[in-house]
């Protein structure tokens, strides 16, 4: 049997998006939270902590983006133009946030631009890409190898409720970052809030979860049909078992348990969308195989692939290890 | 029909705007970066405090510069999709592994390094630091030599077929790379971001020799500067002239808008130094021209025989008159910078590189001549290959998605406000940070902590001040 290039490639892509969306999940939850901490210590602080990796979390994004029109050129050709203005929004609130990472230590006068920029372009970053996903969840019409829909077609309460969602995710990821990089003050009241967007993340998910399943037949086959039911036990299962590491995180002082945990709740609900989506690139009708491009495309690729993302990984741990420890208040480079 | 090529109008605005915009950065970032690598190297190596102050220096305005290319290069990868949904699905087989690759072997590498590079001294030591520092630089050059296969793979296809699908697929990988334009618009790429980054160094270094401050630092990075000028302008006009011929036999329309030849010339083509290029009448006005030099130049014969744009069909010609001027635009700068490392010879011969006021002023008007001529070239070389985006296979107006013009119109629209907003922003801070650089020099990064309270003067800054010359450097 031939090795199946497009499987490797799709489970590669997840791993990329899974990877963004962890990394800078918890960069953006710190912008989410900036307008908790009016201090302007804090947010030094804060900005600090992801200063020196928000960039090489960031590539992950586009290692999703150019992955996917390297390997599934039709799948990119069809999601792009269908979520055209979230993608949009998404890219201007990118611009915002990272562009305040340098400026907002270059003037003072400007500073609570930068601030909300920061905070602003983390929030609708989160938000749109919230939306995207719901409305790739919720799938997308396709016609003669081009989308078939219209251009508010993303719009809608399920997207809404998933673009909340993410920002409240990111939002625990971030707090949870802060338990573990800050001291002090900022620390307890990081604590504070990642107990509150616990709750609310473990309810976003429930509902989203809840909700999934009656958009289209499929899903509910699988998450209620046998043998994919399996599945659709233990996931709830193991959720419940981060939520619970999560509040004993918070509650005992195990500073890098939170984050942990709410790393773990992100990877469960990849994984529920995973198992709901499976085979399929853009559902309902192109899967994998449909997407994938020629096999001459997929091996080219899958050999450097298969070198480099180690070695990225390598130099990824290094990066962080090299910054390890509590932040210090005093430490940047500006 | 009208409203499909309305959206098409759209979106090559949009593209052109955000690349434009986008090419700034890196022709800045990759000069810029081999620039620290070598400052880090000559410290390194000469244990001389001059290089680190001028490192750190310009790794602050690096550091602004390369943010603002991070944020407008990832709307880029993601625009390809979002505007140019049919051209993805098309080339996307060839030339999005090239993009993986660019993104697995540059990015991430740049990336990872550069929080180090600007974070780290103090954390990693002086040669890990350096290794960061080179990892950068490395990174931004692989980037250029991935996305410039990409582009020249646009421009003169090789190694590919077509499916049933009309995708295009690759059948020689090493035909797709090195495909006939790719090494003259590498290097011609490179060294037009050293050339960038040189008059951009020069121009901050003589306005401080002008103002007399930090004589020292201004000397040094005056006097490196002019020597990238002197030797690679020169150079880089023949790479030019190299890069035109080949482009000459691959995509013949370009140079024959170039050159402002809608007519044929069987016996030696005059090159025509100024005019107004008349497409409708297809004749230049006012032509200024020196007969049989253009044949000469391209031919290297002064009788030989020119085809003009009336050998190809009228609807396959590109836009004559911006391709006409922005490689007059390109040409007249590059021999202006010639001009520049020519004089500052002169000036070292006589001894007078330091004090040549004159020198020093030209010097600061040709500051931003880089990045006008950089994109006086892209403008040449992507207008120049329409009306295809796929030359000679697939057509600019058959790559566009299937989106609404309203759609495109609003982006463009956002992005034209965000990106002056932004970037207007952002220049305005690299300004101030390269007027700075005398009054509050930045602190050595091995000396510990630092303020954390912006540029500003202030108590930290002037805690500082005091151990930033003397002091030794090694913190290990």
Redesign the interface.
Known sequence: MAIDLPFIWAAIIAFAVLAYVILDGFDLGIGILFPFFPEKRDR?VMM?SV???W??N??W???G???????F??A??????AL??P??AM??G???R??A????????R??FLWNWAFAGGSALAAFSQGIALGALVQGIPVVN????G??WDWLTPFSIATGFAILIGYALLGSTWLIMKTTGALAEKARKIALRTCFATIAAMGIVSLWTPFLKPQYLERWFGWPTAIFSVIVPILVLGCFVLLLTGIRSKRDAQPFLAALGLFVLGYAGIGISFYPFMVPPSVTIWDAA??D??LS??LV??LV??PI?LI??V??YW??RGKV??????? | MFESFDATLLARIQFAFTVSFHIIFPAFSIGLASYLAVLEALWLWKKDQVYMDLFNFWKTIFAVAFGMGVVSGIVMSYQFGTNWSVFSDKAGPVIGPLMGYEVLTAFFLEAGFLGVMLFGLHRVGPRLHFLATFMVAFGTLISATWILAVNSWMQTPAGFGMNEAGQFIPLDWWKVIFNPSFPYRLIHMVLAAYLTTAFVVGAVGAWHLLENTAPRRSRTMFSMAMWMATIVAPIQILAGDAHGLNTLEHQPAKVMAMEGHYQSHPDGAPLILFGLPNSAEKRVDYAIEIPKLSSLILKHDLNAPLAGLDTIPDNLHPPVAVIFWSFRVMVGLGFAMLGIGLWSLWCRYRGTLDSSDWLHRAAVLMGPAGFVAVLAGWITTEVGRQPYTVYGQLLTAQSVSPIAAPAVAASLIAFIIVYFLVFGAGTFYILRLMKRLPRDPMPDLDEGPIRTSGIMPGPAAGAHAGHTHGSTHHGH
Do not use: C, M, Q
């Open positions: 030094d600090n200063a020196p990796v960039d090489g960031e590539t994004l586009v290692l983006g150019g992955g996917l029109l390297a390997v050129p039709l990119y050709s069809i999601i792009l133009p055209y203005a993608i949009i890219l201007l990118l611009i915002f990272g562009v990472f340098e400026y907002r230590w270059r003037t003072k400007g500073e190898r081009a989308y078939a219209s251009w491009a020629p001459s495309s080219f690729l450097g692939a480099l993302v990225i130099y990824t290094y990066a090299v910054f210090d208040p005093e430490e940047g480079y500006h």
